[in-house]
């Protein structure tokens, strides 16, 4: 080996340390020593030496935080110690009896509580060999979860190699994946944005996230996580306290609030402690968890069939609050669906100051029967949205007035309507009606459409009161001179004008989506893209044809034909197609390379090593195949990789389906 080879070697490994020693300061500590442009020089020292160096790939190396869409359909694995839930309680009541069990059960011996927070998660099951993360596995069931080892290595609070010593050789830590309060809300606004559906709350969107099959997604949003559970047979001490400390030395993430206590006066004290504290915590928490500390006496106490007698949880309440309706407004979205909202007198709830919650449709409204001055129960649970669950009838003023829902638009004054089978109003004047208009240019811009991204809403408003955009096909119009009306901003005006331009290099099936045709998402743009291949087979497809498109129904093909029957629209997507933007696949999507997989049904299963499952869909499709979801009798065989989903295998068996290989494939296709 040369001496450069060596030295670059012996660099890699010193730098990976360094980057991990830096991260567990970031992310565990919340101590960095270093700046986060150094943290990236460093990142990319490695990253281009790792590239140089392909026989140094490690998993756990700080690059594979990043992701990437290799990605495993999850694979189920046996835990090794079963997965067991706490029984929950409400009361202090329900507390001081289980104190008198356990003490019950120890026969009057003292013994110890440790108390902490129960985080409001998902739990994962982490195995550490010499140090190294080798396995990360979800609840699932209890008894088998899901392997999701890809996804948790892009968690920057999960040590990937331990940065502290005197662990034991192989052990399993079971905690909390969580996202952050700060990150859910971001999320949510940029789904907003995008009319993509909200997450319910931090827990649904850290679980929705771990699920992904693309780790890059994964690493992209920023999950926390804390450890609270050591296993294994040599674990360092014989309490379950000390034994979370000695894993905080080893370089995880332990919470800062765990105590040990004595008596139940202490624990009440840590319970009202935490229910008025925890709301200043970055993360979700839903109540307390108390455990006997000694393992010993965790052990005498054992289990019932379905969680430990030496465990239990203590739920916090959901909060509730009685305020008086005020009044009654509506909003108009990018679709024209009217969604009213209650406006109420400010009440302290949960931490924040509520005044606003959203009274879904007219049926939510009834179901009520709500009347202004009305005295309405709001709550907050886990949910980030208020919600109201009940009216105080008794508390109705004598003259109250029934709250009737709108019948013109709020914002244009158009006669609302309402569609067959449809909850909600909606504003048909969509080519007149402001906010409508605003939205689906917001809509058009946003980062998975068009991915303007130096234009913002604010932007967007002030252009349309300016006059200088009414739809999506007037932005393409602008110049640098019109936007920058008073002159004071003419690079910021260039940097859009250039963003404007870059678009046009978008491909079709993002084209396709930011048109914004009511219930064509992402994915059905997609596939209405790659099945028609040019914006005019689309315009003219009928609802037959339409309906022909894996995943493409009823609903969502009338849409599509009304959207293209109006006019206007088809003169905006002529002003597109004039102004350059891509109405068809390109051509690397569309060549057909050969017929060689005419007439087969195949289904991609696994993880691969040549090329991502994305690339291998376009290539059936190039090749003359179909690439299809699930394994049937007409299936012509599977593409598997590595780690194929064992009930898929176990399909193909019993179907007699072919199961073909990567490098099997690349062979058929080859020239
Ligand atoms: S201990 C056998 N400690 O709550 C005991 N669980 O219903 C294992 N949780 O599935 C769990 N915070 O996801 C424990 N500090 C904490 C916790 C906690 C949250 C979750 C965990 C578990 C569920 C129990």
């Given at each position: 080996m040369s001496a450069t080879l060596f030295d670059e070697s012996e660099r890699i490994l010193q730098l990976r340390k360094e980057l991990h020693e830096h991260n567990y300061r970031y992310y565990v500590l919340n101590q960095p020593t270093i700046g986060d442009q150094e943290f990236d020089f460093l990142m990319h020292e490695l990253q281009d030496l790792e590239a140089r160096h392909p026989d140094m790939f490690d998993a756990n190396s700080p690059t594979q935080r990043v992701g990437s869409d290799l990605n495993p359909e999850f694979r189920q694995v046996e835990h090794r110690y079963p997965m067991l839930s706490l029984s929950n309680t409400y009361s202090e009541q329900d507390v001081r009896e289980w104190y008198e069990s356990v003490n019950k059960g120890l026969a009057g011996e003292d013994f110890e509580v440790c108390c902490e927070m129960k985080y409001d998660g998902l739990s994962i099951s982490l195995t550490y060999v010499d140090g190294r993360l080798t396995q990360a596995v979800t609840r699932g069931d209890g008894v088998h979860g899901d392997d999701v080892t890809a996804n948790v290595r892009t968690i920057r609070a999960i040590p990937l190699v331990l940065p502290g010593e005197g662990y034991p050789h192989e052990f399993e830590i079971r905690g909390e994946i969580l996202m952050p309060w700060a990150v859910f809300e971001r999320l949510n606004k940029e789904r907003e944005a995008a009319e993509e559906p909200l997450f319910a709350n931090p827990r649904n969107a850290a679980s929705g996230t771990l699920k992904s099959l693309d780790t890059r997604v994964v690493a992209s949003r920023q999950l926390d996580a804390y450890l609270y559970y050591l296993l294994g047979s040599e674990l360092p001490a014989e309490g379950h306290y000390e034994n979370l400390e000695a894993a905080r030395r080893w370089g995880f993430k332990i919470s800062e609030g765990m105590r040990k206590v004595k008596t139940v006066e202490e624990i009440l004290e840590f319970i009202n402690y935490w229910d008025v504290e925890r709301k200043n915590l970055p993360v979700a928490t839903d109540g307390i968890v108390l455990k006997v500390n000694s393992l010993r006496q965790q052990r005498s106490l054992g289990y019932t069939a379905k969680s430990p007698r030496w465990a239990i949880a203590y739920k916090f309440k959901a909060e509730r609050e009685c305020t008086r309706l005020l009044e009654v407004t509506y909003q108009v979205g990018r679709t024209g669906a009217v969604t009213p909202v209650a406006n109420m007198e400010p009440v302290q709830l949960a931490g924040t100051t509520v005044k606003r919650a959203t009274l879904n449709n007219e049926d939510f409204i009834r179901s009520f029967d709500l009347h202004i001055g009305d005295y309405v129960y709001v709550e907050k649970g886990g949910e980030i949205i208020p919600k109201i669950v009940g009216v105080d009838i008794d508390q109705r003023p004598i003259i109250a007035q029934q709250v009737q829902f709108i019948k013109r638009c709020p914002e244009c004054g158009t006669p609302l309507v309402r569609y067959d089978g449809e909850a909600a109003w909606y504003c048909p004047n969509d080519a007149g009606c402001p906010p409508q208009i605003k939205g689906r240019i917001e809509h058009f811009i946003a980062r998975k459409a068009m991915?303007?991204?130096?234009?913002?809403p604010e932007t967007v408003d002030e252009y349309f009161r300016r006059g200088l955009i009414k739809n999506v096909a007037d932005l393409y119009d602008i110049d640098v001179q019109q936007i920058n009306g008073d002159g004071s901003r003419t690079k910021s005006a260039q940097k859009l004008v250039n963003a404007i331009q870059e678009s046009k290099k978008v491909p079709f099936e993002r084209v396709v989506f930011a048109l914004g045709i009511r219930f064509v998402g992402e994915t059905s743009a997609r596939l209405l893209a790659r099945h028609f291949k040019n914006i005019d087979a689309l315009m003219n497809a009928g609802l037959v044809e339409l309906q022909e498109?894996?995943?493409?129904?009823e609903v969502m093909a009338k849409s599509i034909i009304s959207y293209f029957h109006d006019e206007k629209n088809r003169a905006i997507v002529e002003r597109l197609r004039g102004y350059g933007l891509q109405m068809a696949l390109s051509e690397s999507q569309t060549a057909?390379?050969?017929?060689?997989?005419?007439?087969k049904s195949i289904v991609i299963s696994g993880v691969f090593a040549h090329h991502s499952r994305d690339e291998y869909k376009l290539l059936i499709e190039q090749h003359g195949g179909k690439n299809v979801g699930s394994i049937s009798g007409k299936t012509s065989f599977i593409l598997a990789g590595e780690n194929m989903g064992p009930s898929k295998l176990e399909k193909a068996q019993k179907l007699g389906v072919a199961i073909v290989s990567e490098d099997e494939f690349l062979k058929m296709i080859e020239n």
């Open positions: 991915n303007i991204d130096s234009l913002g498109v894996e995943g493409i129904g057909a390379a050969s017929d060689r997989l005419a007439g």
